[in-house]
């Protein structure tokens, strides 16, 4: 069976690493942060992950959003199909 692509209005958990910056620290504490991010997918193309994290009513949609460079994305785990009709 094919894998499901998460489609817009999927209520989605995003896990990807994000860049840090150090100071004043020993070079063997310095790595990646590993974050989870949650919320509705807008899109998803080669350069960028786009999702909602708020949603405010009203039109046209007005809310909270994160953008991830796709590349520093590692996993992205759909948690509901269809979850938000707003944005599909």
């Keep these: 069976?094919?894998?499901?692509?998460?489609?817009a209005g999927d209520l989605v958990s995003v896990t990807w690493h994000d860049c840090c910056g150090f100071i004043n620290t020993p070079i063997s504490d310095v790595k990646l942060a590993v974050c989870e991010s949650i919320g509705f997918m807008v899109s998803q193309d080669?350069?960028?992950?786009?999702?909602?994290?708020?949603?405010?009513?009203?039109e046209p949609p007005v809310g909270d959003f994160s953008a991830i460079p796709t590349d520093w994305c590692q996993e992205i785990e759909v948690i509901k199909k269809k979850a938000c009709p707003r944005l599909i």
């Design 46 to 58: 080669d350069k960028c992950i786009i999702i909602c994290t708020s949603l405010f009513t009203g």
């Design 1 to 7: 069976m094919a894998k499901y692509e998460p489609r």
